[in-house]
């Protein structure tokens, strides 16, 4: 926490306008979708088209060959770009876990809303395989919840669906907000709402692209949630309501932890990340 603030982290989340000036922003000046020039020895990267959208994947470097398919999307606040960070995490799981990552690039402040995305989440989804596991961060693990959900509606049920730092009610009134706030060094309701509204477009907080909707008949899934990240107040009563529905959970709940820990370069992070790669690897 003390890192995010210093770099001042949440900056473009403290009020409605720094997130309004921000959007105009990001629309004048996209930033690059590239990976890093340097990735871990073992990893390839390459890039395609897939219904519009670009798509990368991840492969272990031959003779190794993927043993499953891990359909990731990334987070950034439904506006922003993946980051390095992203990335790096992409390519620890890829080159530990052995697996191929299939990650869309579906993030744009002028469009890409929550309808349109769902249909080419779904879309890669099934050309991935029955198989695939679904798999997001923040905004992504959102994205990646509500493609287990249209799948499973339409008759494919996802063998693992991980989320990290899942937003629960997108509008966020949860009662313990005000108390929990301060500790959260990197979100802040009044921008996140903003980037939000942009991305649910007309349907506006009614959408059925919610973690409201019915969990039951989903596959297991796996949250992880840093209790200093204000995403995480709705997450136990969340979690509850899934195994409520018959859905086989595992929940890791990290006291002190900030938003996305998994993926950042903390000592909780490692933890949980080689939790996901023995998960991964389990298949």
């Given at each position: 926490?003390?890192v995010?603030?210093l770099?001042r ?9 720094l ?7 990001l629309?004048?000046?996209?930033r ?13 990267v ?8 670009p ?12 043993r499953?398919?891990v359909?990731?999307?990334h ?11 992203h990335w790096s995490?992409?390519?620890?799981l ?12 579906i993030?744009?402040p002028?469009?890409?809303?929550a ?6 989440a779904?879309?890669?989804a099934?050309?991935?395989g ?5 798999m997001?961060d ?10 287990a ?23 966020l009134?949860?009662p ?11 979100l802040?309701?009044d ?11 007309d349907e ?16 297991p899934v ?7 990240d204000?995403?995480?107040?709705d997450?136990?009563d ?6 409520a ?11 002190g932890?900030?938003?996305v ?14 939790r ?8």
């Open positions: 926490p003390v995010l603030r770099q982290r949440n900056r473009d989340y403290r009020t409605a306008d997130a309004e000036r921000h959007l105009a922003e629309v004048a000046h996209p690059t979708i590239e990976p890093p020039g340097r990735l871990p020895r073992g990893v390839q390459a890039r395609e088209n897939r219904h519009g959208w798509v990368f994947r991840m492969r272990p470097v031959a003779p190794a060959a993927a499953r398919r359909l990731y999307f987070g950034g606040g439904y506006v922003h770009g993946i980051h390095d960070a995490f992409l390519a620890h890829v080159s530990q876990a052995g697996v191929e990552a299939i990650v869309p690039m993030r744009s002028e469009g890409g809303t309808v349109a995305v769902a249909e080419v779904v879309d890669l099934r050309e991935a029955a198989d695939t596991v679904l997001g923040s905004a992504g693990a959102q994205i990646a919840l509500t493609t959900l249209e799948a499973r509606d339409r008759g494919v049920v996802a063998p693992l669906t991980v989320l990290i730092s899942p937003p629960i009610d997108l509008e009134r949860h313990g907000l005000p108390e929990r706030a301060p500790l959260d060094p990197w802040c309701r921008g996140l709402l903003v980037y939000t509204r942009r991305w649910l477009g506006g907080f009614d959408s059925r692209l919610s973690v409201h909707a019915d969990p039951a008949g989903l596959g796996v949250v992880f949630s840093g209790t200093f204000i995403l995480n107040l997450a136990p969340w979690i509850d309501r899934l195994r529905a018959g859905v086989d959970v595992e929940y890791h709940e990290a006291a932890q900030v938003h820990y998994p993926i950042l370069p903390t000592r909780a992070g490692r933890r949980a990340r080689r996901i790669v023995e998960l991964l690897s389990e298949g």
